[in-house]
């Protein structure tokens, strides 16, 4: 590199990218870790889906139409 500019590595980050590497190594089904794919999984993509088909079905009564059937 020109004029001696070293990088310094950041021992943290450093770290955790090596953590984040073996992850499949320190990874364990636990109560935690399923109630986390579950929640992301099911519960979230569900409320999304639900918060969606609400404001098309308030979209709908503003515009004075019948509410869209979804799935």
């Known amino acids: 590199m020109a004029g001696g500019m070293e990088v310094k590595k950041n021992v943290h980050v450093e770290e955790w990218g090596a953590h ?24 979230v993509p569900l409320i999304l889906y639900k918060g969606i088909v609400m404001e098309f079905h308030k979209q709908d009564q503003d515009a004075g139409r019948s509410p869209r059937k979804f799935l």
Do not use: M, P
Not at 22 to 33: A, G, I
């Open 20 to 43: 984040r590497e073996n992850l499949e190594k320190f990874f364990r089904f636990n109560r935690r870790t399923i109630g986390y794919g579950v929640f992301f999984g099911i519960a």
